[in-house]
């Protein structure tokens, strides 16, 4: 008999419930004296999960104080139903043991190139490779921006209306100097390979210009790519959520 077998519903609740409530009060640096309710609260604009899930966890706060009398675990009056207890046991598993972005959405090969090729070589590259969100590294290896095909086609009508012409914007510009034409560093971050799915979701919930987020082995500009996610993986991060 598996060990969750062997223990009540009321007792998997209680223990999920306290594994949350400390996870988060961890995490976020908040007293131990803070009340669930209020902690969910506070939380909710921070975290993509229990943004998700935010009406079900302040229920199971007050459920909470149903099945136990006056503060005390060691005496149960009731017992919630399985359905109850699953739900709060993945709510848990999604706040304690999240799955990592860089292993699941963002696992794949990343394609780079250098900030010295022209225009020309850049746009050849994302329709022959299929990427519209290539990073740009410069020759210090250093990451200067990222490539991406809607802002390219921006740059080349700009550079058209003030008399430019396209082949010279195909054949005298430098990917490099047309990221710093920009002066907008906000459409990509770069976040560590310990950046969880819903870490990645929230940084696409708060910003909603975000278009791809780089994940480095320590999440800095000097690391190639290990892994990327874009916005049109956030479907995808939100079903391993569901699922996980």
């Known amino acids: ?34 009340g669930f309710s209020d902690l969910i609260r506070k939380v909710v604009s921070i975290n993509y999960v229990v943004r998700k899930y935010q009406d079900e966890l302040i229920d199971y706060g007050r459920l909470r104080n149903a099945i136990i009398h006056n503060n005390h675990e060691d005496f149960i009056i009731a017992e919630p139903h399985i359905e109850v207890v699953q739900n709060i046991e993945h709510i848990e598993k999604l706040l304690t043991t999240p799955p990592k972005a860089v292993e699941t959405v963002g696992k794949r090969k990343v ?39 809607q802002k390219i086609l921006n740059s080349l009508g700009q550079y058209l209306i ?15 100097d047309m990221l710093s034409s920009l002066n907008d560093t906000t459409y990509y971050v770069v976040k560590p390979s310990s950046c ?33 996610m874009t916005g049109a993986n956030v479907v995808e991060a939100q079903k391993i959520l569901e699922d996980y």
């Open 196 to 228: 969880t799915v819903e870490e990645a979701l929230s940084e696409f919930d708060k910003n909603h210009k975000l278009l791809a987020i780089l994940f480095t082995k320590n999440g800095n500009k000097s690391e190639l790519p290990i892994g990327i």
């Open 1 to 34: 008999m598996s060990e969750k077998t062997q223990k009540s519903n009321a007792r998997r609740f209680l223990e999920a419930y306290n594994n949350i409530d400390y996870a988060l009060k961890t995490r976020y640096n908040f007293s131990r004296a803070t």
């Open 111 to 149: 394609l780079t190139i250098n900030s010295g090729k022209s225009m020309r070589e850049v746009i050849m590259l994302m329709a022959s490779s299929n990427f519209s969100n290539i990073p740009v590294y410069n020759q210090q290896n250093e990451l200067i921006g990222v490539a991406n095909g």
């Open 162 to 176: 003030t008399g430019g012409k396209c082949s010279t914007f195909l054949d005298n510009v430098q990917i490099e």
